[in-house]
């Protein structure tokens, strides 16, 4: 069955860097998009960023545009978001999502990133 | 990327039926018909429950339906049972190759 597993959640302080990872397994991960989705404490989803099948295209959210990092590596079955220059508002659970063009089909269970001094 | 409007909550009463609105654009929603439902229950990841407007997925109860009208889709639950009681959030896809999500909408089952 397919699973999604976050990693690298944490406590940052503000204008720091964090790498989240999300290992997939169940699928042939090569062959799909591949999404972050966020959500703040208390509020709704946000779409943060999305890296087509083979890494040729990467799309993001302008609240993240130039400070975060979408990647993937498909030799090892896992997806990256490079995190730089964090703010408060990016306090938030951080999901990795597969697409099925173009929905979200799974989902992994989050990892809490924590922007605080 | 504006987010997509929903009511912030709806109710009924078991065995009614509620209907949660989305409203987009002519760039999102309304222009494709790609958009989608997820359920979110406390402290649990969202689920698909419409993709494409109006499409179930296999498990998913066939007393959730979908459906869209210009720039806004639709989400009906019909005889409401207590376990639907959760968040509801709509996605689209954008015109510029992105997504975006509704705000979210509260169902309470009275």
Redesign the interface.
Known sequence: QVQLVESGGGVVQPGGSLRLSCAASGFTFSSYGM?W?RQAPGK????VA?IRYDGS?K?????VKGRFTISRDNSKSTLYLQMNSLRPEDTAVY?CAKE??????Y????TLVTVSS | QSALTQPASVSGSPGQSITISCTGTSSDVGGHNYVSWYQQRPGKAPKLMIYDVSNRPSGVSDRFSGSKSGNTASLTISGLQAEDEADYYCSSYTSSSTRVFGGGTKLTVL
């Open positions: 999404h989705v709704g989803l946000e779409w999305f295209n799309y993001y959210a302008d609240s999901y099925y063009p173009y929905y979200f089909d989902w992994g269970q989050g």
